[in-house]
């Protein structure tokens, strides 16, 4: 459990983090997509999850961005790409195809912005990340190492 300051500095981190993100990415290219569970009867649930977001089991967030070492990598000409990012689901509701149901919809969302792909990075060592992407037909771009930086594998679905 976080403490109330620790809380509060990562509140006030995601908040910045989340308006550069509105600021840099161009109008309606930037979205939070949640997973909730079925409930019994096919409409909206209000279960609780226990993290006080009633109902929400999983995120993933999808931005269109033109960061320049991705782009280098990517077809000639190509100004922009859908980036998929912070994917997480509460740990009672793994294994049950949440993250799978995040990634069509997030395939669904860059359809829409007439995209044809979807990138993102993971950690070599996260093993369950990398069968779930590898599942969704996610393939390896590269793996970037870069001095005091985490090696990343970069990932990359095409259509
Ligand atoms: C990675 C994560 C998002 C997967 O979420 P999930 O809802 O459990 O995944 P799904 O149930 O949709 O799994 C779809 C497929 O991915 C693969 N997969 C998912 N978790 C796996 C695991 N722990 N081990 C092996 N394969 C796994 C499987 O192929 C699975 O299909 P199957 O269950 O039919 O075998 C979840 O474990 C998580 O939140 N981890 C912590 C945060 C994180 O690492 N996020 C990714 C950052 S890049």
Known sequence: MLDGMTKRFFQAEVLSEMQKKLKYNPDDMFVLLVVEPASPS??????SNGSGSPGVVGVV???????????????????????????????SWRRRGAAAALLAAAEEAAAAWDERQLLLHVYPENESALALYGQAGFEVLRQQSKPFAKTRVLMRKGW
Request: charge should be negative; glycine fraction near 10%.
């Open 61 to 91: 967030e999808v931005s269109y961005i033109g960061e320049r070492e991705t782009l280098s990598l990517l077809e000639p000409g190509t100004e922009g790409f859908c980036y998929v990012a912070s994917m997480v689901v509460a740990p």
């Open 42 to 47: 096919g409409s909206s649930t209000s279960s």
